[in-house]
């Protein structure tokens, strides 16, 4: 049940979202696939940035792929602009969708080792039927000045560059595509903390001056607090609490999202908190009624018989815990 915000439009949205990964039916061997999202309800809002948070293979990057149409989902619903995009082959989802564009995890992996960072911009554009080649390098050094860059790094190879280089070339490239939608995988991981400030300043700028909406994946708390709007925590496939970030650090209802506030590092000056409780959770082996309740200092026993379903905590706040109401 995704909040009503009747000011501002939704942009994209996603209701009941399913999607299967390795599933293999052999003659003479079956396996079973796994789901990383598991029934996701999302809608964001045209101009924020909505951070989806939580543990390493919760699902946040196949949701992600999903949301692209990169991922076909198994069941579900994907909106973008008021449209339904999901249920279609894989090229014309895609295409349905190219408001959308991602800016990936790993920034090295989107940039082909072999050419230099100008060609591989000027691709996107010919894809994109931009093919008159001075238009093409005024557009590029247009927008390499845009994320903060020489024009004449245009003529250098992915290696030649650093880390937060890499990311401001990956971001030149998607927005060369003029997205309206931009999804962030782990912007900031691996940088240090001033060429980390330095990349969110220039988001916040980009969103400002091109009009973009951010998805904003990531696993640092703190990042996510100072820059998104809103906030999605997924676990094992599911969204188990959303809310303003405003609202959802001040007062987290579920026990996982306080478990994570609490074991991160920096949101009150210390180097990190007491680690998450017990094992890490595998989709390969779902724990029965609430998905969480092994690893919850607060369950009780309907925890593992009953699942609990998204409730209203406040405005702009859901929680989906049976407990949340005990605790609060
Ligand atoms: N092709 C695949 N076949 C089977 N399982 C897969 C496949 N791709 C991913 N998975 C599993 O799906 C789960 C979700 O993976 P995903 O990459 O979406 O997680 P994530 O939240 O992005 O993690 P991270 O924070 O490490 O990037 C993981 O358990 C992963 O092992
Ligand atoms: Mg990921």
């Known amino acids: 049940m995704p909040f009503p915000r009747p000011c501002v439009p939704e942009i994209l949205g996603a209701s009941q979202l399913v999607v299967e990964l390795g599933a293999r039916r052999g003659l003479l061997r079956h396996r079973a696939g796994v789901r990383a999202v598991d029934g996701v309800e ?68 989107a940039l082909d080792p072999w050419w230099r960072v100008g060609a591989t911009l000027a691709e996107g554009l010919a894809i994109h039927g ?31 560059l650093s880390g937060g280089q890499q990311r401001r070339i990956g971001l030149a490239r998607i927005l060369l595509l003029r997205p309206k939608v931009v999804i962030l995988d782990e912007p900031t991981a691996g940088l240090d903390l001033s060429v ?16 973009l909406t951010y998805v904003f994946i990531s696993h640092d708390l703190s990042v996510v607090r100072r820059v998104c709007d809103r906030v999605a925590v ?33 949101l009150d000056g210390r180097e990190s908190g007491p680690s998450l409780p017990g094992d890490p959770p595998s989709l390969r082996a779902v724990p029965p009624g609430c998905r969480f309740h092994p690893r919850c200092a607060h369950a009780a026993p309907s925890c593992a018989t009953s699942e609990p379903v998204r409730e209203v905590a406040a405005a702009d706040h859901a929680v989906a815990c049976l407990r949340w109401r005990v605790l609060a």
Not at 79 to 100: F, H, Q, T, W, Y
Request: proline content about 4%; charged content about 25%; some cysteine.
């Open 42 to 109: 999302i809608s964001i809002a045209e101009g924020e940035t909505f951070g989806i948070v939580g543990e390493s293979g919760c699902g946040k990057t196949t949701l992600a792929r999903t949301l692209l149409g990169l991922q076909r989902e198994s069941a579900g619903e994907v909106r973008l602009e008021g449209r339904v995009v999901s249920g279609l082959d894989p090229r014309a989802a895609r295409r349905a969708r190219d408001a959308i564009q991602y800016v990936h995890q790993d920034p090295g992996a």
């Open 130 to 160: 931009v093919g008159d080649r001075a238009e093409q390098q005024a557009r590029i050094a247009g927008m390499l000045r845009a994320v903060g860059l020489d024009a004449a790094l245009a003529d250098r190879y992915p290696h030649e």
């Open 196 to 211: 980390q400030a330095a990349v969110l300043r220039l988001l916040r700028d980009l969103r400002a001056q091109f009009g």
């Open 234 to 266: 997924m676990y094992l496939g599911r969204v188990v609490e959303e809310g303003s970030a405003a609202t959802l650090f001040a007062e987290p209802r579920h026990p996982y999202t306080r478990a994570l506030i609490a074991a991160a590092p920096h």
